[in-house]
């Protein structure tokens, strides 16, 4: 089979995570957060779940495990972290539960960014892995990041990501 008939064989609607992490955003001034799941919702697939969480390791941690142990969830999106202050913890909580890392997803994201932003697109550690038969996908909180990852990246291919996952 190739990667066109996989994507054939792919769930088309999925159930979607999304946490926010910021000290400062709430559910209402997440213009990314909403961002996202207005994107997901219009595709045809289902926000089970928005939260903010704050930059915190043990917070997130806590989160995302129950994400995990969610049967119903197929894909849990983070929005922010991602950058180089101190604190940005996401990637650094969140790659600790990775059991294979999707190194394509980070390196096609930045060459993405990169002709929108310039060279600021390497300050981003953007990822994405699987986890539990899970996508588990790490995004930057800015609102042009989420969409041009939601609409060139994650779209085109997340049945196919989830189907594989779950094989």
Partial sequence: M????HRKAS???LVFALVTVSDSRTVETDESGRIAEDILKSSG??????????ND??????????????????????IGGTGLSRRDVTVETVSKTVEKRIEGFGELFRFLSYSEIGTA???????????????????P???????LAIRRLILPEIGHMVREARR
Wanted: glycine share 10%; net charge neutral.
């Fill in 2 to 5: 190739d990667y066109l008939e």
């Fill in 11 to 13: 769930p088309r609607s």
């Fill in 45 to 54: 697939h289902e926000v089970c779940k928005r939260i903010i969480v704050p």
């Fill in 57 to 78: 390791e043990g917070e997130i941690r806590r989160i995302i495990e129950e994400l995990l142990s969610n049967g119903g969830i197929d894909v849990i999106l983070t």
């Fill in 121 to 139: 697109a390497m300050l981003t550690r953007a990822f994405a892995g699987v986890v539990k038969g899970k996508i588990l996908i790490c995004l």
């Fill in 141 to 147: 909180g800015s609102k042009n990041a989420v969409e």
